[in-house]
């Protein structure tokens, strides 16, 4: 093994692996925001809509879950604009990944839904509390802890998936690091710093939601 | 710029046969991986779970096409110099190796322990158990999950195509390069993807139903 490591050219370039790191949080926290208003409604849809639009729902989901991301941003990118519709990368970038993670949202959201005993609404129902107490004071904490898991492993995963955005040139993280290699040449260096850092945030995040969890979801111990 | 042809699109189609056969070498490298950290994961021997879990872990962590672009220039630096097939080919069976190796972990420990207890009792040693008593009833649980990481295997092989091997993502790129019709062609292609994927995302469901009725 003769091969010179050259780690400095990398780190000189700091502050666009910094914004880079940002940009991808960013993009991921509005992807993961927007995606779970689009899984919250087509949740509600598929659970209680009509026939014909819990067909298009279905239909949505199964066509993105069996679909690779990349062909989903590619059409987004790259085919949106012959219907007339001109994204920026960034934009389309966000787009593609609140429509993919939407279609993981809504089954996870159903779940969470489907895991509340009707007996405990009809409870609620039965002690004269009106439907929006019985959301807040019934259904919400036992949803959310059911959901919880499954949502925050969904997070981790968009953020890793987002490094995809790269192959339409998004200014996320991926984006900076090929910057980077393209003028350096340091491909080994640049991208074994930059899949760290990946691993930097996964870690962060997983720390992050399993205090969330302790602190505020932990069922109460039965007395 | 020229027009879309038949010829295009069977130079399109055609490449989808590198892309199951990527998604063969992946599943079967993954198969021998995984099942090397199901059996470190849930073994006696505490630094060898350790290790599983690390590599586990690092793996969930991080980017397949990070995954993929250090599969590409690891080698070199030792010497070895990869093309995208063989590169893609280990990025994602090493990638496999870890996910399947956590499902089927997980499957080897639904076996309930009065089952290891038994076995032992008549005298079987560790092999022999999990050969013989563990892992044929871990295999009913493993078939669902399993099915599922292959379909997300499959539409993984697409990042293949941006370490520039030609699979169908990659053949459907330099058509749409040469004759501009990104709506038809990536259509097309996302067709072909669901065309192999849905069959066995509905039979992995089914599986999963089935077991979820015999267990009640």
Known sequence: MNYVFEFSAVFEAWDELLAGLIRTVWLSAAAMAIGLVVAVLGALAKTGGPKPLRWVI???????????????????????????????ADQASLLALVVNVGAYGIEIIRAGIESIHHGQIEAGRALGMR???????????????????SLTSQFILLMLNSSVCSAIAASELTGAANDIQARTFRSFEVYFVVTALYLALSVMFWGIFAWIERAFLRQPEPR | MRTLGSADILFILAALRWTLLLSAAAFA??????????LMRSGQIAA???????YIKLFQGTPLLMQLFLAFFVPGIFGFNVDPWGAAALGLSLHASAFLGEIWRGAIETVPKGQWEASAALGLKYWRQMRLIVLPQALRVAIPPTVGFLVQLIKATSLASIIGFVEIT?????????????????????????????????????MEQRLATARR
């Open chain 1, 58 to 88: 279905d239909a949505y989901i199964e066509l993105i879950r069996n679909t690779p991301f990349l062909i989903q941003l590619f059409v987004i990118f790259f085919g949106l604009p012959a219907i007339g519709l001109r994204l920026e």
């Open chain 1, 131 to 149: 439907p929006l107490q019985i959301f807040r004071l019934i259904v919400l904490k036992p949803a959310l802890q059911a959901i919880y898991p």
């Open chain 2, 29 to 38: 490298g993954g198969a021998v991986g995984g099942l090397l950290v199901a």
């Open chain 2, 48 to 54: 060898l779970r350790w290790i599983a879990f690390g």
């Open chain 2, 170 to 206: 990659r053949a459907a790129q330099v058509i749409n390069n040469a004759t501009f019709q990104p709506f038809t062609i990536f259509g097309l292609v996302g067709l072909a993807y669901f065309v192999i994927c849905w069959p066995l995302s509905l039979y992995s469901k089914r």
